[in-house]
């Protein structure tokens, strides 16, 4: 079994950064950061391997970085010049099958556990 808490999230202005934290328990081959806005389908944002293969949606492709520390069983997101429609609620994901690349793992059927979830609101 795997747990995940997302932290990191808040208010910031357009043009401004933040690092979003995932603190995980449990074993897992893959990690990802998704997002999801009222209305819309949850997207991948970006993804990770347990040998740091990574990668990202278009959207976010020199913005938005994933990071992991092994030793301490953390993932981050670090996220640059944020958008206003960078706003959505973010959610941390894991697996311990096998780790697909590409966009397939920014596919939220590649994981069977989420977290909670964090709230990122970029105001204009």
């Known amino acids: 079994q795997v747990q995940l808490v997302e932290s990191g999230g808040g208010s910031v202005q357009a043009g401004r950064s933040l690092r979003l934290a995932c603190a995980k328990s449990g074993y897992s081959n893959c990690m990802a950061w998704f997002r999801q806005s009222p209305g819309k389908e949850r997207e991948g944002v970006a993804s990770i391997s347990s040998s740091a293969r990574t990668s990202y949606a278009d959207s976010v492709k020199g913005l938005f970085t994933i990071s992991q520390d092994s030793a301490r069983n953390m993932v981050y997101l670090q996220m640059n010049s944020l958008k206003p429609e960078d706003t959505a609620m973010y959610y941390c994901?894991?697996?311990?099958?096998?780790?697909?690349?590409?966009?397939?793992?920014?596919?939220?059927?590649?994981?069977?556990?989420w977290g909670q979830g964090t709230q990122v609101t970029v105001s204009s």
């Open positions: 994901a894991a697996s311990a099958r096998y780790c697909y690349n590409g966009p397939d793992s920014l596919s939220r059927q590649a994981y069977n556990y």
